[in-house]
């Protein structure tokens, strides 16, 4: 290899880690990180070839203007050895994982109805979503504190972002359409029946 061929070769790595290594840390947004996002669409072959070797896939959504990694899926088939997971899964509390399929049928109401790109609500509205499944009589104060919990999890996970001096008004991000498929919505809602049915009956059970 000659010594310009070398230098193309340490230029390529160079270019290849500004893009990768942001991968790693979490979601690339196009509108937050252009120069990242440009580099992806230009070196996307190379950055998916280098994923592979690591057990890593890319999800690169263009129209929605957003990138992120997740893991192979293990060839059980021919028993390959498994690679160890540099993305791990993570573990939802059950009240996380019903935020996150509210809101998921919410951005499907809101994207039927066309007009505006960007699904923005308040805390209050949020609340409401989830007051639907609280047992009769739970208290309102705790119901908040809850809320602001949950959607401080969810912002870290990078679902929803708070808008910028506007801490109750929060922006429902368009990733969580790549995470929350329609198969997961239906088997949720599933769970979400029999979750109102032992509400109910201890609503029934308190009233007797």
């Known amino acids: 290899m000659s010594e310009m061929d070398g230098g193309h070769a340490a230029e390529s790595t160079v270019n290849l880690s500004r893009v990768v290594v942001p991968l790693l840390r979490g979601v690339v947004y196009r509108e937050e990180k252009e120069e990242v996002w440009n580099?992806?669409?230009?070196?996307?072959?190379?950055?998916r070839d280098y994923l592979a070797a690591l057990g890593l896939e890319l999800v690169l959504d263009e129209a929605e203007g957003y990138a992120f990694l997740r893991s192979q899926p293990e060839d059980e088939e021919n028993n390959?050895?498994?690679?160890?997971?540099?993305?791990?899964?993570?573990?939802?509390?059950?009240?996380?994982?019903?935020?996150?399929?509210?809101?998921r049928k919410k951005l499907a109401e809101f994207d039927a109805a066309g007009g505006e790109t960007r699904l923005i609500m308040s805390r209050d509205e949020i609340a409401e979503l989830l007051r639907v499944f609280l047992p009769a009589g739970s208290n309102e104060v705790r119901l908040i504190d809850q809320v602001d919990t949950h959607l401080n999890k969810i912002a870290k996970l990078g679902f929803v972002r708070p808008l910028r001096g506007q801490k109750q008004m929060f922006e429902i991000r368009r990733i969580l359409k790549a995470f929350v498929d329609a198969q997961w919505l239906t088997e949720f809602e599933?769970?979400?029946?029999?979750?109102?049915?032992?509400?109910e009956k201890k609503g029934a059970s308190s009233n007797g």
Do not use: H, N
Not at 80 to 103: E, M, W
């Open 190 to 199: 599933q769970r979400l029946e029999e979750y109102q049915q032992e509400l």
């Open 39 to 47: 580099g992806l669409l230009e070196l996307q072959s190379g950055v």
């Open 80 to 103: 390959a050895p498994a690679i160890p997971r540099l993305v791990q899964r993570r573990q939802l509390s059950f009240p996380v994982s019903l935020l996150l399929a509210l809101l």
